[in-house]
């Protein structure tokens, strides 16, 4: 893949359902190099377009990953305790500690040249996080950001406090990799084997456990993706 583009902002949305974690992983380095080659041809004067940007939207089978700054002791048990489980483990190249992926969950990867939006990895974070709090007000959800911790967050100052989205990125030459992972119907009982994000003394929820419904993940998917389009001000673009 060698595409490029003459105006900024231009994102392909590759949704790609239920995606084995590895997969998606190996797509993420994929779609990186496109980007990075594209920014050095630019560089280099070899052309005068901006390479295109690229989000993907997964839903993992159970896995468990920790950032590079992981403590392994936020993994409870010994590895082959999750594995007996049914779910897999990876050591990453994110920031963030330990997180829990699996059905039920919608996942989001930006691969986003950030030379073609802004260059400040904290608003691009708060901007994340901002995309998850709109799409959670659509169903009367009230998320909110905790002071000092990455993610979105329910009555993160009050006697309830619980985690609805984890988020983990790493940027490089300014493109960024993963990103934010939203409970929308998963199964939070894979989070008692850890602790998530180590932070201890606060829960994790679902929007399915605050609304007291299921929802279609493709449903959360496409109004998650309308508020990142407003924020980012980014056009989809197809194959």
């Known amino acids: 893949m060698t595409e490029l583009q003459s105006t900024r902002r231009k994102v392909k949305i590759l949704r790609r359902g239920l ?15 496109v980007v990075e080659q594209g920014k050095l041809l630019r560089r280099k004067g070899q052309t005068d377009f901006f390479p295109v940007n690229y989000l993907i939207t997964v839903e993992h089978p159970p896995v468990y ?16 305790f999750y594995t007996s489980k049914g779910a897999q483990i990876f ?33 691009y974070l708060r901007y994340l996080e901002e995309a998850v709090i709109n799409t959670l007000a659509d ?4 998320g909110e950001r905790s002071p000092g911790e990455t993610g979105v967050w329910l009555d993160p100052k009050g006697k309830n406090p619980r985690k609805i989205c984890a988020m983990g990125v790493r940027a490089a030459r300014w493109i960024t990799m993963h990103g934010l992972a939203l409970n929308v119907n998963t199964d939070l009982s ?20 605050e609304t007291n419904q299921y929802i279609p993940l493709t449903e959360i998917e496409e109004k998650l993706l309308k508020h990142l389009k407003n924020l980012f001000e980014f056009e989809e673009i197809s194959d």
């Open 91 to 123: 050591h990453i190249n994110r920031g963030g500690d330990v997180t829990f992926h699996g059905h039920g969950q919608l996942v989001v990867y930006p691969i986003f040249d950030l030379d073609q939006f802004f260059t400040d990895i904290h608003r």
């Open 139 to 142: 169903y009367g959800v009230q």
């Open 19 to 33: 995606t084995e974690y590895a997969t998606a992983w190996a797509e993420q380095e994929a779609l990186f190099k």
């Open 65 to 80: 990953t920790l950032g590079k700054s992981a403590n392994s002791g936020n993994l409870i048990y010994p590895e082959e």
């Open 190 to 209: 894979w989070f008692d084997y850890i602790i998530p994000c180590g932070i201890k003394g606060k829960s994790v929820t679902s929007m399915a456990k």
